[in-house]
């Protein structure tokens, strides 16, 4: 992919898989599913619980990868990995609601943040620069094969 389109991309409504290094577990990171945002030039951002696994294991590596993937064919998957490079404690409520929004759409949106409230004074957002980026993009080799 080009850098725009890696960027566009990820950009995209997709749900991330974070993964971030885990000391604990012999050498394998911990691998989740997350809610992100992100806008083409800026910064990956997620939020989760202060006193989560994730919050602590990113606080102690201080870097995180995420990995979007479009998940019928053709393939595609953007892979980022680099430095946090800030903390909100606590997570900002506009954020919150923009991330819900793109995940959800305003009006259920408004129905889960209503529901999940508490959790805002509990939330943390990290941001990571995207200093390595992988991608890969399987539409050209659909196209010569299918057609």
Same mark, same amino acid.
């Given at each position: 992919m080009t850098r725009a389109e890696r960027e566009e991309f990820?950009?995209?409504?997709? #749900?991330? #898989? $974070?993964?971030?290094? *885990?000391? @604990? !577990?012999?050498?394998?990171?911990?691998?989740?599913?997350?809610?992100?945002s992100y806008a083409p030039g800026g910064d990956v951002v997620v939020q989760?619980? @202060? &006193? /989560? $696994?994730? !919050? @602590?294991?990113?606080?102690? !590596?201080?870097?995180? /990868?995420l990995c979007a993937? %479009?998940?019928?064919?053709?393939?595609?998957?953007?892979s980022v990995e680099g430095p946090v490079v800030d903390v909100a404690d606590p997570a900002d409520p506009d954020e919150r609601r923009a991330i819900a929004v793109r995940y959800l759409g305003a009006r259920e949106a408004g129905d889960y943040l209503a529901a999940t409230s508490? %959790? $805002?004074? &509990? *939330?943390?957002?990290? @941001?990571?620069?995207?200093?390595r980026w992988r991608t890969a993009d399987f539409s050209s080799f659909a196209a010569s094969v299918f057609t």
């Open positions: 990820l950009a995209g409504v997709h #749900v991330g #898989v $974070l993964g971030v290094d *885990d000391p @604990r !577990a012999g050498g394998a990171p911990l691998v989740v599913p997350v809610w992100y989760t619980g @202060r &006193d /989560s $696994l994730k !919050a @602590r294991l990113i606080g102690a !590596a201080g870097r995180f /990868s993937q %479009q998940e019928e064919a053709p393939y595609r998957y953007v508490g %959790q $805002l004074d &509990d *939330d943390v957002t990290f @941001r990571m620069r995207p200093e």
